[in-house]
């Protein structure tokens, strides 16, 4: 298995750590992580194969400096914006967004739409369905968040039983802290449904049933909201959707290889 290799952007005079994966021909894969970078992104590398697979950490997360200013969805879709031009993405990209990322996937092809090719969004944040609220990760005490974030038994034990160290806490706090600037006051963007329907590319919307932080049943929301957009669930798989499950990995790289 190939693995990433990881280099430096400076965007607006803040260092960012950039991990890329493969060469080959084609639209360049760039995947927006959610509200965790420090346990790595090794269950997307088969993305990588015959494609560039790019994951930018943002500011704020895992070893990316802090950027107190960035305090919106929308200044994060101005940083990828720059970071796109740094890295010398003239080209439309085919962008995957997890969470957090798919907020900020789903606002930067509402606005940058000619810079992508393709969108998928999993287990997106940023929508309000009312029934189905996201859950309020500042209300979850800590030592319950990966019963929030898994649905595999499997995967919980093995996360659960690696040992915490003072490092990872204070990284974690770290990256709450980041977190808490953009979605404290609420975990949606109130006009999201209103700007969907803008995006005019492909779109593809993966979700775990068993989702306990953003409810499946938003996915038909989100598929509405982008019209021709096609869905896929997974079961058995909860919040870490691409952790839990290889196949909605797969599901992604398929979609990506259509032609336009």
């Avoid at 894969?29 to 997307?44: C, D, K, R, T, W």
């Avoid at 038994?153 to 003072?166: D, F, K």
């Avoid at 006051?185 to 005019?200: A, H, N």
């Amino acid at each position: 298995m190939r693995n990433y290799t990881k280099h430096d952007v400076i965007i607006d005079g803040v260092r960012v750590e950039v991990l890329e994966a493969g060469r080959g021909s084609g639209s360049p894969i760039v995947y927006l992580h959610g509200a965790a970078a420090s346990p790595g992104f090794e269950e997307l590398l088969p993305l990588a194969e015959g494609r560039r697979l790019i994951v930018p950490v943002h500011p704020g997360f895992g070893a990316s400096d802090d950027d107190a200013r960035i305090d919106s969805i929308l200044d994060y879709v101005v940083h990828y914006s720059a970071l796109f031009n740094q890295l010398g993405l003239a080209e439309p990209v085919d962008l995957v967004g997890h969470s957090l990322g798919g907020w900020i996937s789903g606002l930067f092809t509402v606005l940058k739409g000619h810079r992508v090719r393709r969108l998928a969004l999993a287990c997106p944040a940023g929508l309000h369905v009312p029934g189905h609220p996201t859950t309020d990760l500042f209300t979850i005490p800590p030592e319950n968040l990966l019963r929030y974030l898994v649905a595999s038994p499997v995967i919980l034990q093995s996360m659960t039983s690696a040992a915490v160290t003072n490092e990872m806490r204070v990284a974690r706090y770290r990256e709450m802290t980041s977190l808490a600037r953009i979605m404290w006051e609420r975990d949606y963007e109130p006009k999201f449904d209103q700007w969907l329907p803008g995006v005019s590319v492909p779109a593809l919307v993966l979700w775990g049933e068993e989702d306990r932080i953003t409810p499946v049943q938003q996915a038909k929301h989100w598929a509405d909201k982008l019209g021709c957009a096609e869905t896929a669930t997974f079961a058995g798989a909860g919040h870490l959707l691409f952790t839990e499950s290889p196949d909605a990995v797969g599901r992604v790289a398929a979609f990506f290889a259509r032609p336009t």
